[in-house]
């Protein structure tokens, strides 16, 4: 009987796991879930995810994401990790209802691992974000009960040979990005300070600098953003991804940037 299960299975295979799991196991999918309804329902507390900022620089795309979530006036973390790698060439960062949030990143990771194992290929980059853009189209119901999910997707295009950024909207709306661009309740400033430090052409080094201080600027007027910690030892996580693939950028070189940022502005007695 489990052997008839497993040749069934195995007939029905596709490249997408999420077409495998919305055939056999719907329950299982993040958004997927039953939530309280009626006049007496109780809005659900939850932790939110922000901020994300992401931008190309010579040779790549990089992204970077703070480390605070809040629920409500409450920080609910602030070791909560937002930008993930999505496979060897691409990388996700997360805005938006943690839970679900992190839910659809580990699925979304499962579904390009998969497509590779039944393929035998990489997916196209432009593949990989049409994928995850109807992945949060899937979330829709959720977000219009609060439980938005609002994505940034980024990668290398080995076929093109240059990093290209996604942005998407809760309806799955996919926007290709042609510098940089930002999500999240500190997006606003953090998207202001990246009008003035990026410029064309920005060496990776350069661009870590641009994206921490961008984090910094968020924080410095958004309280669910949270900004450098020394006293705690807690950075942003950034990535970059170039030819050789995703990397993290490694906390003691993300150490040093914040350290002299910070020591540039108390040099400079800024007010703002």
């Given at each position: 009987m489990q052997?008839?299960?497993?040749h069934q299975v ?12 919305q055939?056999d ?14 006049a007496g329902?109780?809005?659900?507390q939850?932790?939110?995810?922000t901020t994300i900022?992401a ?11 703070d480390r605070?979530a809040?629920m ?7 070791h909560i990790?937002?930008v ?20 659809l990143t580990?699925?979304?990771q499962?579904?390009?691992?998969h497509?590779e ?5 990489l997916?196209?980059?432009?593949g ?6 109807a992945?949060i ?5 959720m977000?219009?009960q609060?439980?938005?999910v609002?994505?940034?997707f980024?990668?290398?295009d080995t ?6 950024l996604f942005s ?11 510098e940089?661009?930002?999500v999240?309740?500190g997006?606003?400033?953090a998207r202001g300070?990246?009008k ?13 600098a ?9 924080a410095d007027?958004?309280?669910a953003?949270?900004?450098p910690?020394?006293?705690?030892q807690?950075?942003?996580v ?7 693939g995703?990397?993290?950028v ?5 150490a ?11 040099i400079?007695r800024?007010?703002?």
């Open positions: 052997e008839s299960t497993a195995a007939a029905n295979a596709t490249s997408s796991f999420t077409e495998h799991l055939r196991r719907p329950e299982l999918l993040p958004y997927n879930r039953d939530l309280p309804t009626g329902a109780t809005p659900l939850v932790p939110h995810a900022v931008m190309s620089y010579d040779g790549g795309v990089l992204m970077a994401g605070r809040t409500g006036n409450i920080i609910a973390s602030r990790e937002k993930f790698p999505a496979d060897h060439y691409s990388v996700l960062g997360i805005a938006g209802t943690a839970g679900i949030a992190i839910d580990r699925l979304f499962v579904e390009l691992e497509y194992k039944i393929e035998g290929t997916l196209s980059l432009e990989k974000a049409n994928r995850l853009g992945m189209r899937g979330n829709l119901p977000a219009l609060g439980l938005a609002v994505p940034l980024a990668g290398f076929a093109a040979g240059f990093g290209r998407y909207d809760v309806t799955g709306g996919r926007y290709e990005e042609r940089h661009h930002t999240g309740s997006s606003v400033f300070a990246l003035k430090l990026w410029r064309p052409n920005l060496t990776e080094a350069e661009a870590v641009v994206a921490v201080e961008s984090l910094y600027d968020a007027d958004d309280s953003t949270g900004g910690d020394p006293v705690r807690l950075w942003p950034v990535y970059t991804v170039s030819r050789s995703a990397r993290r490694p906390e003691p070189e993300l040093a940037v914040a350290g002299s940022i910070i020591e540039s502005r108390t400079a800024r007010e703002a």
